[in-house]
């Protein structure tokens, strides 16, 4: 068991496309703070699919299925647990419920345009739903809501990722404070 | 954020019907918990429903909700934090899919009889459910599957609330090992 504590942990929250380049982004920023001993824990669309298959692709069933994951995230970071989500997460009013339960919430727009994305397409979900084997797909027929104020964006169209990732170790250091060892 | 460590969690999980009395032990082994500074969360059904209001009543719904609300223990669990839930879970199955995701599930069965139980009636539920208003109503018109080899079962109907909050204090004593401190 571990002492209860005042510690201030955080949820990063990865948000944009598919294919912008979250979950490679969040993977190496979870391998820098995990490797430091640090409590640290990845939520992503795989992973919680993995334990619920059932989980519909509908919107609202991928409305409800983000809220879980944040309500889930502010549990974890109230318990001094830091949280890196990478969610594609596409309507503002999701992530503010999100953002509404986080004692201390970093979104982090990854940014790359639509085309980009579609020519990267690395597990070929661009190309089903342009088939229309997939429907409701953000970007194609659904939409995506660019964040306004989000604490960070990264654009991977015009940097590269190890790039990408100083950003947000940089952003962490600067704003997590004193406490966040990171080497 | 907190360090990571080996510490051993678990999680403590009350079963049984509703006016049981899961509530009222859950409660006080939780503060009796926290008191002592251990990092401890507390889940149950009001809670979760009103993050999630929409929450159906339907027998899927509800299995699905049980499981939803294991995982989150697990998470918890795995990252040092004691949980304290309690849910009906009338299903073995489901406590299966709990059990089977925790590293150190305690499945406490409060165990009071259907008549008691009815007669209590904190929640005037029974009256309601007798009276046709609520449906799929365990141990009315749904069933509830005792537990058949429970790490504890308090006995609710022949104990005081004292009496059974000792039990599983002492329980947690003498299995959950010397790390765990509660005066």
């Not at 169209?157 to 990408?164: D, Q």
Request: aromatic residues 8%.
């Amino acid at each position: 068991m571990a002492r209860s504590g005042d510690d201030k942990s955080f949820v990063l929250w990865f948000t944009g496309l598919s294919g912008a380049g979250k979950t490679t982004l969040a993977d190496k920023v979870y391998d820098c703070i995990a490797r430091n001993g640090w409590r640290v824990e990845k939520l992503d669309g795989d992973m919680v699919r993995s334990v619920f298959p059932s989980t519909g692709f509908s919107k609202e069933d991928r409305d409800a299925h983000i809220k879980r994951v944040g309500f889930l995230a502010s549990l974890l970071e109230k318990h001094g647990v830091i949280v890196i989500a990478s969610f594609i997460s596409p309507y503002r009013e999701t992530r503010q419920f999100v953002r509404d339960r986080c004692r201390n919430l970093i979104e982090v727009y990854v940014s790359a345009s639509l085309e980009e994305c579609e020519r990267r397409d690395p597990k070929g979900l661009y190309r089903k739903a342009r088939a229309g084997e997939i429907k409701n797909f953000t970007g194609i027929d659904d939409t995506y809501e660019i964040p306004l104020t989000p604490e960070l964006v990264v654009d991977t169209e015009n940097h590269t990722v190890k790039e990408s990732v100083s950003t947000i170790l940089n952003y962490l250091k600067r704003h997590v404070g004193e406490g966040l060892v990171l080497d």
